[in-house]
């Protein structure tokens, strides 16, 4: 990031296009552009979090000393429009993935973001990517499965052939690798700060993996929202805290496991379990209901990651 984040408020100020990741160009597709957002373009990134009328306000969720979540709605405080995010594709060792940067308020801090099975160019990924990128993060969806997503237009029955052809070991190695670019380009940009792991579904239980096999200590915290087929023989390798996000009507999420799994990890890690929600309700909301636990679980993740990582 040696090109983008010492400059962003600069560059931001100057209206002017500019290419990150100046020091691999070989890693990169086509230069990025920084674009204030069209009315229309920001409408449709709205309404895909903010759905059924729900309005900007700020939304704060405080833990209590005796574990509970309280969440607070702050009627005369709106969410501050994001108007310049940074959207570039990137190629590191020949493996595809999505960068999303904040211009005006970026803290310096990057996140691994690990995609559900839909792949990273999913809009309901990349537009929950655009929304963490909105709160001043850099944001890095890399490609886990290689131009080679599942669709909800493949037959179920052809999920587990399909799931078998993505190697543990070929994803766990692509993540490594991703992060190791994202941490050689804070350091040539001179910063220092850690990096945060999240992911959904599939994604959400790569966290785990990912956060066991990091040796180098890159990863200071994770957030893993209904993870799926988490390997819980490699928990007790996790060194910082996690936080667990699910709904207790989920069927690919079992709710005991991941209680099982925190206490695996140790201290400082936490488990949120909303009632009532099924499979993909914050990044996939579907009802109403879906929508006001989605923006209260992206306030706990936003606090959570503001706490470990700023």
């Given at each position: ?8 408020s600069?560059?931001a100020?100057a209206?002017?296009?500019?290419s990150?990741?100046?020091?691999h160009g070989?890693h ?20 895909s ?5 729900s309005?900007?306000k ?7 000393s ?13 969410e501050?429009?994001?108007?310049l ?22 803290n ?6 690990l995609s559900d ?23 890095l969806v ?28 070929r994803?766990?190695?692509d ?5 190791k ?24 239980g ?39 996000i ?32 099924g499979h993909?309700f ?20 936003r606090?959570w990651l503001?706490?470990?990582?700023i």
């Amino acid at each position: 990031m040696a090109a983008s984040l010492a400059s962003l408020s600069s560059l931001a100020k100057a209206g002017a296009p500019r290419s990150l990741f100046n020091r691999h160009g070989s890693h990169r597709l086509p230069p990025p552009q920084i674009i204030p957002l069209a009315s229309s373009i920001k409408k449709h990134i709205t309404t895909s979090f903010y759905r059924r009328g729900s309005s900007l306000k700020n939304i704060y969720a405080l833990e209590t000393s005796d574990g509970a979540i309280n969440v607070e709605v702050d009627d005369d405080e709106e969410e501050e429009a994001c108007e310049l995010v940074n959207g570039t594709e990137v190629s590191v060792d020949g493996v595809e993935g999505y960068l999303l940067t904040a211009v005006k308020n970026n803290n310096g801090t990057g996140l691994l973001l690990l995609s559900d099975v839909f792949g990273f160019q999913d809009s309901a990924t990349r537009d929950f990517a655009y929304r963490v990128a909105c709160n001043g993060y850099n944001v890095l969806v890399p490609d886990l499965f290689r131009g080679d997503p599942w669709s909800k237009n493949r037959p179920k029955s052809e999920y587990e052939e399909w799931r078998r052809g993505h190697d543990p070991n070929r994803i766990r190695q692509d993540t490594t690798t991703f992060t190791k670019w994202m941490v050689e380009e804070f350091a040539a940009a001179g910063i220092s700060k850690k990096l945060g792991v999240m992911g959904f579904c599939f994604g959400g239980g790569r966290v785990v993996d990912v956060l066991a096999t990091d040796e180098s200590g890159y990863f200071s915290t994770g957030v893993s929202f209904y993870s799926t087929r988490i390997d819980s023989a490699v928990a007790g390798d996790v060194k910082v805290p996690v936080l667990f996000i699910a709904g207790d009507r989920d069927p690919l999420c079992e709710v005991k496991g991941l209680y099982e799994i925190e206490e695996k990890i140790g201290e400082g890690s936490k488990v949120v379990v909303y009632e009532g929600r099924g499979h993909g309700f914050v990044h996939r909301p579907e009802t109403p209901e879906d929508d006001r636990d989605a923006e209260e679980a992206f306030a706990l993740m936003r606090n959570w990651l503001h706490h470990h990582l700023i």
